[in-house]
């Protein structure tokens, strides 16, 4: 397999630097990558040509092996198990800001959760979405991520 997508490569897909430096093999089942390909056709794609250019995915598929050692949450939509998925993504390349993208996919665009991972008040410094093949489990879910006391905490972002 070469594509995800049109823009996202396989290899970019499971890519992981730990999963490198670990000997961990980072392989989807067929029925994962069913969940990872509706999450690139219904939320990467169309964002990414609303932007116009590329977009860097920090994360997308972990195995449950990866998933543990990095300290992820045991449900983590990145293990792409029961219909779900999950990416990060984060503007590096100057097209949209990572705000800009959050309420463009927040407007336009059908999800689980999103994620606006840490930052400030004006941008997120990454962005996470979790998506489900599964339409009508989708909920449209708007979360900020910060830190207090040494631990992260999620707080509803209302409408």
């Known amino acids: 397999m070469k594509k995800i997508s049109d823009n996202i490569t396989y290899k970019e897909a499971v890519h992981s630097d730990t999963a490198k430096r670990r000997g961990i093999k980072n392989e989807p089942s067929p029925e994962q ?11 990467f794609q169309p964002l990414r040509e609303w932007v116009g250019g590329a977009i860097k995915v920090n994360s997308f598929f972990r195995s449950k092996k990866l998933n543990g050692l ?27 800001t990572n705000a800009e993208m959050f309420e463009w996919i ?31 489990r989708n909920r449209n879910r708007c979360l900020k ?5 040494y631990k992260t905490i999620y707080k509803i972002i209302e409408s």
């Open 33 to 43: 990558i069913k969940n990872m390909k509706a999450l690139a056709k219904n939320v």
């Open 70 to 96: 990095i300290g992820g949450s045991p449900t983590s939509h990145h293990m792409c198990l029961d219909g779900y998925s999950a990416i990060d993504i984060d503007d590096v390349y100057g097209h949209k």
């Open 106 to 136: 927040r407007e336009n665009l059908q999800f689980d959760q999103m994620i606006w991972e840490f930052g400030d008040d004006k941008n997120p410094d990454w962005i996470h979405i979790s998506y489900n093949k599964d339409k009508s």
């Open 145 to 149: 991520a910060i830190k207090e006391k």
